[in-house]
């Protein structure tokens, strides 16, 4: 139904070179274990972390040497990071895909400068296919904090509640679409039928529609019958 992100920026925008200070996943993997933290943590501060990066890591407690064996095997993972010297061959020259599916991207107000900031969580919607849409909503709290509900508060967790009531809103206006009766134009319809029978107010099956997934056919089912003209419209002038 949509993609939602929180604290997290667009892959347009490389993580390697704000959160650890180099250009590449080789570079990473290289990196003295301290100077990993003690970089990590100016973009995303945490207190549990924060002794330790005053300490050698020959003194680290297990825990926070297992902590930090998992961050670098994280973000040196081609499928989860890469560095600014990396980005045309992960990307090639075209850069990141559009997605076909709205995204709403979720950031925190107390992100540091290096973070995961509403600046940077804004690039998303370079990122979003028309006629998808895109919001970008913040909320109090840090990097961390974003995520990690009082016991037993997950329902009314700030985040997960605009998640979980936007997936449902989704659901029901998709729900409420399929319910909807379905208007023959005839097989074979073109794109032109296609942009004829919506604007007489029809509803066109997949099987009619110019649309060459069923993801996209059902996301613009459901629009508002309204926005569906336009959106048809555009589709098909950009195929």
Known sequence: LALYVVACRPPSIPNLDEAFG?????????????????R??????????????????????PAIKAVMDVVRRQYTCPATAYG????????????????????IAI?????????ETADKMKEWQALVAPPY???LHTFEGDHFSIFKPAPKQVANFPVYKLIFTDAKERMAMRGKADKEPDAQVGSGATPDDAATAQSHGAVLTFIESPFATKV????????PLGEREAALKTHIERC
Do not use: H
């Open 107 to 115: 950031a925190a107000k107390g992100e540091m400068a290096l973070g």
């Open 133 to 135: 849409d895109f919001t």
């Open 40 to 61: 990590m943590l100016k973009a995303w501060p945490n207190a549990l972390l924060e002794e330790s990066s005053r300490q050698p890591s020959s003194q680290w407690l």
């Open 22 to 38: 180099v250009s590449s996943r080789a570079e990473l993997r290289a990196l003295d274990a301290s100077l990993m933290l003690q």
């Open 84 to 103: 600014s010297s990396e980005c045309a061959d992960f990307f090639g020259r075209g850069g990141p895909q559009a997605l076909r599916c709205p995204i």
């Open 216 to 223: 996209e056919y059902d996301a613009w089912r459901c629009l």
